[in-house]
């Protein structure tokens, strides 16, 4: 199994509501990560997990919530989100920080 | 991200000819760069990769070339056909008291023209 999966596909959301992103991957990778995609404009990266631990919170507001809960999953947790927090949120893990990441689809995030 | 690409948002090239996209990096000790792939709907896809203690390196159809001096990278795609068209993005390894992170470029889109 060589992909990171994604769930959902697409989600709208107003601003009062708490939603979940969930990743998965079975390579065996000891880094996740969770980047923010605006239109037309290159991933950001938000957090990077590494052997489960939090190492980098790229100073992303307290209104998105990580969380790693084994070494092959990974959560975003939102909530009291603003419209312009609506992008395409990207997953991705990689044997080791500092190596090529493998990128799920995405989860395309609406907020009203 | 201190990494900041060259400004070519779109180039379009006919089917069959070389593709040329190119990148700029600011950092000096950046020692890992890749180049990905994105086409509409997906994310991001490793196409290759070349550390700093070389200046060029070949896959399938696709050559990356690293020039430290002029801190340039550039992808070359032989030969492009319709199923290259996507936004290409340059990713540099970047080094800091939290250890390794990626820092992409803008991104270029690349049009294959029938």
Redo the contacts between chains.
Sequence with gaps: DTE?TQTPKHLVMGMTNKKSLKCEQHMGHRAMYWYKQKA??????MF?Y?YEKL??NESVPSRFSPECPNSSLLNLHLHALQPEDSALY?C?SSQD??R???????TRLTVL | GESVGLHLPTLSVQEGDNSIINCAYSNSASDYFIWYKQESGKGPQFIIDIRSNMDKRQGQRVTVLLNKTVKHLSLQIAATQPGDSAVYFCAENMRDNYGQNFVFGPGTRLSVLP
């Design positions: 990171v037309k404009k290159p991933p950001e990266l990077v590494s190492s980098i990207l991705a920080r500092g090529e990441s493998f990128f799920g689809p995405g």
